[in-house]
């Protein structure tokens, strides 16, 4: 998989949520949104189906990362935030959401959110995985 990490579906009747672990930084927006959807003690830890899709499509929204992502069965996704908005944090990391394409070692990657390495120290370059001093 591109980006360094495999990407894992869950799927209910009318949306797939799709998970990227190593894209991760543990903000949990996720958990703290939806508990009944997301929650780590359960397996598996994120059940989309006991949700309405409004609501998931709200809360995988907020994930800065873009480790969690959406896609409708019907094969909508998600809409890029416009204009692109790019903030750095006080220790350098770049988060950026919109319509983009970042390139990755494996090729290009269409993106809608990202945390991107602002200190070259990412073993998942180029996002964000909280090795270096951009992460802390």
């Avoid at 980006?3 to 894992?8: D, T």
């Avoid at 949104?33 to 409004?54: S, Y």
């Avoid at 983009?100 to 991107?116: I, K």
């Amino acid at each position: 998989m591109s980006g360094g990490s495999e990407r894992k579906a869950y799927r209910a009747q009318s949306i797939t949520v799709t998970f990227e672990a190593g894209r991760c930084l543990h903000a949990a927006e996720c958990v703290h949104g939806l508990p009944e959807v997301f929650d780590t003690a359960k397996r598996p830890w994120i059940q989309p189906g006991n949700a309405t899709v409004e609501r998931l499509v709200e809360v995988v929204g907020r994930c800065p990362s873009g480790a969690l992502q959406y896609e409708h069965v019907d094969g909508g996704t998600e809409s890029p935030d416009r204009p692109t908005m790019i903030t750095r944090s006080a220790t350098g990391q770049l988060t950026v959401r919109g319509e983009l394409s970042v390139d990755t070692p494996q090729g290009a990657r269409a993106e809608t959110r990202v945390v991107l390495c602002g200190c070259g120290q990412s073993r998942l370059q180029p996002y964000c995985d909280h090795a270096g001093s951009c992460g802390r």
